[in-house]
T-cell receptor, first 120, second 116 residues
């Protein structure tokens, strides 16, 4: 199946620094990618929808200026956590749709392995 | 946004037994998907069932969908220790979202422990 790669897998940073996480679709083009956040022992919460060539769509309660999303190409979306603080420590997971299949299907979503951010 | 709710939240059974997890959701969907997540890892897609399907099988997995009750169940037969993981249901409501390419909406998950 299709592969989505996330980098880095884990990162530890000091409070106040910015951290960039990359999400790449390795063998397919993804016009839409999604960023999720997962706290320990909890579910995934959708943060934003990343659209290639246009602005991301953020879910309610997610700070746009805090979590910068760039989807500059059909295979790469980046999430930058700006001025990170300890409360931003979390597991961030991206996913990408392989493409609209039409009819009942919307194209299978493939998930990256996640990036664990720890802010000291 | 809608959210699936799985139950039980945690389930511990003996190896070889069957494990059943349930999921309920709130609004119309295009499909429902089940995912598995090992601790600290990404998600693995297990099975997708469309809203016009009632039952689907994949290996030791059996998924049912009852759109009238807005519920789904995941059955893992002949469980193995390696099945220990968290299992999430996720709903896809693309055609009901006003045309926006929404992501999946995840439930809270069931943590399954298979005792060897």
């Amino acid at each position: 199946g299709a592969v989505v790669s996330q980098h880095p897998s884990w990162v530890i940073c000091k409070s106040g620094t910015s951290v960039k996480i990359e999400c790449r679709s390795l063998d397919f083009q993804a016009t839409t990618m999604f960023w999720y956040r997962q706290f320990p022992k909890q579910s995934l919460m959708l943060m934003a929808t990343s659209n290639e060539g246009s602005k991301a769509t953020y879910e309610q309660g997610v700070e746009k200026d805090k979590f910068l999303i760039n989807h500059a190409s059909l295979t790469l979306s980046t999430l930058t956590v700006t001025s990170a603080h300890p409360e931003d420590s979390s597991f961030y997971i991206c996913s990408a749709r392989e493409g609209l299949a039409g009819g009942w299907d919307t194209g299978e979503l493939f998930f990256g392995e996640g990036s664990r951010l720890t802010v000291l | 946004s809608q959210q699936g709710e799985e139950d039980p939240q945690a389930l511990s059974i003996q190896e070889g037994e069957n494990a059943t997890m349930n999921c309920s959701y709130k609004t119309s969907i295009n499909n429902l998907q089940w995912y598995r997540q090992n601790s600290g890892r990404g998600l693995v897609h297990l099975i997708l069932i469309r809203s016009n399907e009632r039952e689907k099988h994949s290996g030791r997995l059996r998924v049912t969908l009852d759109t009238s009750k807005k519920s789904s169940s995941l059955l893992i037969t002949a469980s193995r220790a390696a099945d220990t993981a968290s299992y999430f249901c996720a709903t896809d409501a693309f055609l009901y979202s006003g045309g926006g390419a929404d992501g999946l909406t995840f439930g809270k998950g069931t943590h399954l422990i298979i005792q060897p």
